[in-house]
């Protein structure tokens, strides 16, 4: 019995005992650090993935409603109005004896037709016809409340004071043109439009050329 005391308390075999009880303490720290390491990353891996994945589904969400967006914008612009003027030309002279010029006209009638070239009708047509020397006052005159059907036309008729000087002026190599702005709307989108046209005159066989002549949407 003594002898067993004395061994248990012999300064190197406490010093030994302790040191295999501080390795086994040592070895399950690591261990256990180890493994909550592990677990610690597969939960960091795994919230990784699911914010990615979120990511890509709001991503993929967003692109979808892009899509869709521009799929009904394509189809209301394929079914939408579409102004044009189909063409400019003189009707009588004003003030003129049968078979005179232009040189002797002191009004000029101007016959405007427009078209409808789309596929559904233009609603609120509001039309502003100026015509005259460019870059001078010019005569401006103003229509609305049209409506066109898709494919049919509608002729405006309009006369315009135009003085002898500047019918010199025209002779001489100043441009006339007639200058045409409509607005309108589609029905199905309440989208509006506006079409800009101008048209110069020939002096030579009095017939107008397009020289502008452009759609573009006033909103989106």
């Known amino acids: ?3 067993c005391l004395s061994t248990l308390l012999d300064p190197e075999w406490v010093t030994a005992a302790f040191s295999a009880v ?8 690591v261990v256990f650090t180890k493994r909550l390491w592990r677990e610690t990353k597969k939960s960091a891996d795994a919230a990784t993935v699911a914010a990615e994945a979120a990511k890509g589904t709001a991503e993929a969400t967003r692109v979808a409603a892009d899509a869709a ?5 394509i189809a209301a612009d394929m079914h939408r109005p579409t102004i044009g003027v189909v063409k400019v030309e003189f009707g009588k002279l004003s003030s003129a004896p049968p078979g005179s010029n232009l040189l002797m006209a002191s009004s000029l009638d101007l016959q405007i037709t427009f078209k409808n070239y789309g596929s559904v009708s233009a609603l609120n047509i509001d039309v502003d016809i100026q015509a005259g020397l460019r870059n001078r006052t010019r005569n401006r005159t103003p229509k609305s409340g049209i409506e066109l059907a898709p494919g049919s036309e509608c002729p405006i008729s309009i006369s315009v004071g135009i ?5 010199t002026r025209i002779q001489n190599g100043e441009i006339y043109s007639v200058r045409i702005t409509s607005t309108y ?4 989108n309440q989208k509006r439009y506006k079409y800009e046209t101008e048209r110069v005159l020939s002096p030579h066989d009095y017939s107008f050329a397009t020289e502008t002549n452009r759609t573009t949407p006033l909103n989106t």
Do not use: G, H
Not at 69 to 73: I, M, N, R, V, Y
């Open 163 to 167: 003085p002898p000087e500047d019918l």
């Open 69 to 73: 967006k521009q799929s009904a914008d």
């Open 22 to 29: 501080l390795a086994v303490a040592t070895i399950f720290y």
């Open 185 to 188: 709307t589609a029905p199905n």
């Open 1 to 3: 019995m003594d002898a």
